[in-house]
Structures are given as structure tokens and as C-alpha cells.
């Protein structure tokens, strides 16, 4: 019997001693693995930026226009208090698209008008309180103007500009 478990012990060791590297490798290319991820991350950042930057070029030299949307004031959805939004909102475009843009603004302002009085109302407070939320407001209202101004071209809005933002 005490052959038996000599023989049994020496071939615990090495098993012992494998899984010991075996997870010493594993912690080795964990902690590899985390500090090349931020490089990996900036460079996969750069080239995207890069790519758009070539996908969608624009002519820098050219002035933007201003195209005037006008006046939107809207209750908030506010349970307790009674607050109203006040926007005075300008297009960004660019100066060989002023004329189209804004003949299509007059065609569309209904449309986009009672979208925008709607999408607003839903807003409450913490929606567009700071930056964060005007900016996501920006976005969102460029994006549904493009849609539905230039369905299926390229959008010719570059951006929502805010001359007035009062809330009362």
C-alpha cells in the first residue's frame, strides 16, 4: 500500500506544478490584455475618424448659412409644476444649399412644426436640463428634419442651433 500512494503522490506534483503555470499565464495575459486595451481603443478610434472624415468630405472653405426655423413654445411634461419651453431655432447649412433649404423648410413646416410641438411636449425637466440634454435635443431634431425633408439623399442640415432656449 505505501507503494501505491509514493506513486500516487509523485504524480500529484507535476499536475500541481502545471496548473500553477497554467494559471499564472492566464493573470499574465489578463493583466496584458488590460493595459493594451486603452492604445487598442484610441487607435480603432482614430482610424474610424479618420474613415468618416474621407466617407463624407465637405468643402471647408465655403461659409455655413443660417436658415431661420422660427419660434416653438411647448408645455413641458411636468406633473407637479405648470412649465412651458420656449426655442427660437436656426439651421446650419451650407451656403450652395441655403435656397433648397429653405424652400423646403416653408413646404415642410407644418409637418415639422407639429412633430417638434409633440416631440417636445413628451420632455420633461431632466430631459433637457445642461448640455447633455440640449445637445441630445440638437441630434434628434436634425435627424427627424433630415429624415423628413431628404429621405434617401444626403442630408443637407449640419446643424440645430438654439438662438433662444428659455424655460419658464
Known amino acids: 500500500m ?16 502545471m496548473s500553477l503555470v497554467l494559471w499564472l499565464m492566464v493573470v499574465c495575459v489578463a493583466i496584458g490584455g488590460g493595459f493594451a486595451t486603452p492604445f487598442l481603443i484610441d487607435h480603432f478610434q482614430a482610424n474610424a475618424e479618420e474613415s468618416e472624415s474621407s466617407v ?10 443660417l436658415v ?5 413654445v411647448v408645455n413641458l411634461n411636468e406633473s407637479r409644476l405648470n412649465r ?10 451650407d451656403q450652395s444649399a441655403k435656397d433648397s433649404v429653405e424652400t423646403s ?13 409633440s ?18 435635443l440638437r441630434r434628434e431634431i436634425q435627424s427627424h ?8 439623399t444626403e442630408p443637407k442640415i449640419r446643424n440645430v442651433l438654439f438662438q433662444e432656449f428659455n424655460i419658464q
Open 2 to 17: 505505501t507503494d501505491n500512494a509514493e506513486i500516487q503522490l509523485t504524480e500529484d506534483k507535476p499536475r500541481g506544478f
Open 56 to 65: 463624407t468630405p465637405r468643402d471647408q472653405d465655403e461659409p455655413p448659412a
Open 68 to 72: 431661420e426655423f422660427g419660434e416653438v
Open 84 to 93: 412651458y419651453l420656449r426655442l427660437n431655432i436656426s439651421l446650419l447649412v
Open 105 to 117: 423648410v416653408k413646404e415642410n413646416q407644418p409637418i415639422l412644426k407639429s412633430w417638434l410641438l
Open 119 to 136: 416631440y417636445l411636449a413628451d420632455k420633461g425637466m431632466d430631459d433637457i436640463r445642461g448640455a447633455t440634454g440640449q445637445n441630445r
Open 145 to 152: 428634419f433630415n429624415s423628413v425633408m431628404y429621405p434617401g
